[in-house]
C-alpha cells in the first residue's frame, strides 16, 4: 500500500530545532491541501499545520510562530520547520491529506523527543 514516509525527528533539547520531511512515490501530494499530524502518547491524533496547494497555510494555536509548513510541488515533498520546540511538542509526526480520507494511508510517522 502507498504512504507518505516521513523523516527527520529526534531527540532536541527545549528550544531547538528540527525540520521534518515528508514524501512518497505514487502519491501525488500536489493535487491535495496537506498537512502535518501529531500523536503524543496517550493522545488522540490532531492537525498542527496545513498547506493548500497554493500555499496558504493555517497552524494550530499550539505551534503558531513556532513551526513553519511548505512544499515542494516539483519533489512532491512536504515540510515542517519546528523552531523553538518545547517539552509538549513531543510527539509522533505524520503527514497526510487535509482533510483526511479513510483510503488515505498513514505513514509510519516520525518521532520527535523534546527534553527539558
Known amino acids: 500500500q502507498v504512504q507518505p514516509v516521513e523523516s527527520g525527528g529526534g531527540l532536541v533539547q527545549a528550544g531547538g530545532s528540527l525540520r521534518l520531511s515528508c514524501a512518497a512515490s505514487?502519491?501525488?501530494?500536489?493535487?491535495?491541501?496537506m498537512g502535518w499530524y501529531r500523536q503524543a502518547p496517550g493522545k488522540q491524533r490532531d492537525l498542527v499545520a496545513s498547506?493548500?496547494?497554493?500555499?496558504?497555510?493555517n497552524y494550530a494555536d499550539s505551534v503558531k510562530g513556532r513551526f513553519t509548513i511548505s512544499r515542494d510541488n516539483a519533489k512532491n515533498t512536504v515540510y515542517l520547520q519546528m523552531n523553538s520546540l518545547k517539552p509538549e511538542d513531543t510527539a509522533v509526526y505524520y503527514c497526510?491529506?487535509?482533510?483526511?480520507?479513510?483510503?488515505?494511508?498513514w505513514g509510519q510517522g516520525t518521532v520527535v523527543t523534546v527534553s527539558s
Open positions: 497526510n491529506k487535509v482533510p483526511h480520507s479513510p483510503w488515505a494511508a
Open positions: 498547506i493548500t496547494i497554493g500555499g496558504s497555510t
Open positions: 505514487g502519491i501525488n501530494f500536489s493535487s491535495w491541501t
